[in-house]
């Protein structure tokens, strides 16, 4: 990481794989020990973002990389941001939309940590089933998809927009 021309640039080192790639490549055998061993890798990396106050908003298997040696990184962190002051709001259009919580989808804009742990959860799923849990094509058909698995809110949702 250095500052330049007033800008912060963040330079990884490459890695062979993305997340997406293990878990849908059909040559790849997922035993339980590689899913709980790559599971365990992105949560530690994401329980330091945490723990330094920085909320990803845009976890999805494609920002996870892995090396050819099994070693995952956290990456892509163009949409985190620092979780500042109770409070203060955050952008809605955020997470791709299979991995994103239902309070984004309706304009949710004091949201902090568990947006990313609802992408986490995704995630896993994804893991096990070898597709995306919530695939659709646009928020419609992913609220129905999610509402149907988890049930429909029984709060009423007061968010600006």
């Not at 096990?128 to 999610?146: H, S």
Request: glycine residues 8%; proline residues 4%; aromatic residues 16%.
């Amino acid at each position: 990481m250095f500052y330049g021309s007033g800008n912060l640039f963040i330079a990884y080192e490459f890695l062979d794989f993305d997340l997406s790639h293990i878990i849908h490549d059909k040559n790849i055998p997922l035993t339980d020990s590689i899913v709980k061993g790559l599971m365990k890798q992105f949560l530690q990396g994401l329980n330091e973002l945490h723990r330094f106050n920085v909320v990803h908003r845009d976890l999805k298997p494609q920002n996870l990389l892995i090396s050819k040696s099994g070693v995952l990184k956290v990456a892509d962190l163009g949409f985190a941001r620092f979780v500042a002051s109770p409070g203060r709001e955050m952008t809605t259009g955020v997470i791709s939309e299979w991995y994103r919580p239902p309070e984004i989808f309706f304009g949710a804009r004091n949201y902090t940590y568990s947006i990313d742990i609802w992408s986490a959860g995704c995630i896993f799923a994804e893991f096990l089933q070898k597709e995306p849990l919530f695939y659709g094509n646009g928020e419609k058909e992913i609220l129905t998809k999610i509402f149907y698995l988890l049930g429909v809110p029984n709060v009423i949702f007061n968010f600006k927009r």
